[in-house]
């Protein structure tokens, strides 16, 4: 097989791969938001502690969503370096929709909050500032509807949750602020692919 065959067939499992996270980060948008509603329910119809599990899935469906960026962010550096070696090869660009999306989408290679980038500023970055602003109001809700239920089961209680809350809540943000807005998780594959 010559090289071009190899590079195309990985471009379009990259490009694959790009479809997919796209449909599990909204497959994990649906199911964080369903599951919030019905806690929000349950919590209404006489369910107080309800309300306690609310933090903690606003807080699994970010981290799981800025699971499904990064391996997005991954095809995307990938089948970008693909496209500028087979359009390297062909002596012209044919190949531009890693273009498009750097442009369109997001950019790689820039300061951004998991896939929102403030330069250039995108609807892409929109939606993900805007699901990530409804986490956090659907967190806040949730615990203040949840606080006098678990302070009726007793100081002990509040301690450990509010604890544990904070804790998984502090090392989410710290480590996502280190592997996407520090930028070391391009760095890396940026590293690989510009060798």
Not at 39 to 52: I, K, Q, R, S
Not at 92 to 115: G, H, M
């Amino acid at each position: 097989m010559d090289t071009n065959t190899i590079a195309a067939q990985q471009l379009g499992r990259m490009r694959g791969m790009i479809r997919y996270y796209h449909e599990r980060f909204f497959a994990d948008i649906q199911y964080t938001t369903l599951a919030t509603i019905v806690l929000f329910l349950a919590g209404w119809w006489g369910v107080g502690e309800a309300f306690l599990l609310i933090p903690v899935v606003s807080l699994m469906g970010a981290a799981l969503t800025a699971f499904d960026a990064s391996y997005l962010i991954f095809a995307r550096h990938y089948a970008a370096k693909l496209e500028r070696d087979i359009n390297a090869e062909l002596g012209r660009e044919v190949l531009l929709a890693a273009k498009l999306e750097d442009s369109y989408l997001f950019p790689l290679n820039r300061v951004k909050i998991v896939t929102a980038s403030m330069s250039p500023f995108t609807w892409f970055g929109f939606m993900t500032l805007f699901f990530t602003a409804i986490g956090v109001i659907t967190f806040g809700f949730g615990l203040a509807l949840g606080m006098p239920v678990l302070t009726d089961h007793g100081s002990i209680w509040l301690a450990w949750y509010l604890t544990l809350l904070a804790v998984l809540t502090v090392t989410t943000l710290i480590v996502g602020w280190w592997w996407f807005v520090s930028g070391v998780g391009e760095k890396r594959l940026s590293d690989i692919l510009e060798t």
